[in-house]
């Protein structure tokens, strides 16, 4: 028997192929795009019979992440989801305002396989991947739940999402879609622990979205020890492949340093990222723009990291800027909720595993 079609992973085309399988018009699937990504299932549209309905439930599926847990901050708004998937997993998504509008954390993977040492996603490794209609669906359901207009997407919750490259891939194109989520690539942020040929791939697709790499250290010794990545491509190398992402989509690539005090926040440290940066980066016929996004480690029981004191950060952030490196410390929000990805899900699991 043909496995059904998730109606959410499929683009306007897939849809006209699959209504005209069914003997249907071919415009009905403009219909059907339009209001599955304003968050109605078939079933809910008053503009499509029963007849082509019931056609449609024969061959497709449609799935809405459900809300297990929703955290809503008394700090500042900021919303953090545990979404349940249609096989009972369970991925975080987190609903975040910023002056310019409201942007959604989402997650690419159930767990990661990267195994970066201060990461709580990661704790227990990766389950699988997301399909494009599960990413898709963390946006329309985190709108349709909190009533926001969201206007920004983050890919930098549960998974590496290079490590789901075509599915993250179709999820940007269906985003974009003018008469679907309508999200224009230039507000969407996806962040790499540093898979070198997907960012080459990427950068061969010329979307103009912002990438961020995960950088957290400057020397291959450091970084391996805090990222199992960096054994497979250390440094020079994920710098090389920035260099090229940047020299083909002229986009500017933001390098996110998470502070672990007594880790990688020493100046001394401070001072071979910005060395490591501009040489690596910048040559006398090409400046590349260089921003590092300093992020105070989350602390996590399993990891005992901790984070830096506040002194450390503006040293270390004063040394990047004496340098020529711009860099900004992210401002922590919903820290009444532990906002960061990973820790709903790891209580989740931990709790579901006492009631077994």
Do not use: W
């Not at 599960?134 to 998974?159: C, N, P, T, W, Y």
Request: with cysteine; net charge positive.
């Amino acid at each position: 028997m043909e496995e059904k079609k998730e109606l959410l992973s499929l683009d306007k085309g897939e849809l006209e192929a699959l209504f005209a399988e069914l003997g249907e018009p071919r415009y009905r699937a403009a219909q059907l795009f339009l209001q599955l990504h304003r968050g109605l299932s078939p079933e809910e549209m008053t503009n499509i019979g029963k007849a082509t309905k019931a056609k449609l439930s024969q061959v497709s599926t449609y799935h809405l992440p459900l809300v297990r847990q929703k955290l809503v901050s008394a700090l500042d708004g900021t919303i953090k989801y545990l979404f349940e998937l249609s096989d009972g997993h369970c991925v975080e998504s987190v609903v975040m305002h910023y002056e310019h509008g409201t942007t959604i954390c989402i997650s690419s993977q159930v767990g990661c396989l990267m195994g970066c040492k201060f990461c709580a996603s990661t704790i227990g490794g990766k389950v699988r991947n997301l399909t494009a209609g599960e990413l898709v669906g963390q946006v329309i359901a985190a709108a349709k739940d909190s009533g926001e207009r969201i206007g920004g997407i983050v890919m930098m919750g549960i998974g590496e999402p290079l490590d789901n490259f075509d599915n993250v891939v179709k999820f940007l194109r269906l985003v974009n879609e003018e008469s679907g989520v309508a999200i224009g690539y230039r507000h969407i942020s996806l962040s790499t622990c540093g898979i070198v040929p997907k960012i080459d791939e990427l950068a061969s697709l010329a979307l103009p979205i912002t990438l961020s790499i995960s950088l957290h250290a400057a020397d291959d010794e450091t970084r391996s020890a805090i990222m199992p990545i960096n054994r497979r491509y250390p440094v020079a190398e994920l710098l090389d492949a920035c260099r090229r992402y940047y020299g083909k989509t002229g986009r500017r690539i933001s390098f996110e340093y998470t502070l672990i005090s007594g880790k990688n926040d020493m100046p001394e440290a401070a001072k071979r990222l910005a060395l490591v940066l501009n040489r690596r980066l910048r040559t006398r016929t090409e400046t590349m723009p260089i921003h590092v996004n300093l992020i105070p480690v989350n602390e996590v029981e399993e990891t005992g990291f901790k984070r830096s004191d506040k002194g450390a950060i503006r040293r270390f952030a004063a040394i990047l800027e004496e340098n020529g490196i711009r860099a900004t410390v992210r401002r922590r929000l919903g820290p009444d909720i532990n906002a960061s990805c990973g820790q709903l899900r790891r209580a989740e699991l931990k709790r579901e595993s006492k009631e077994q």
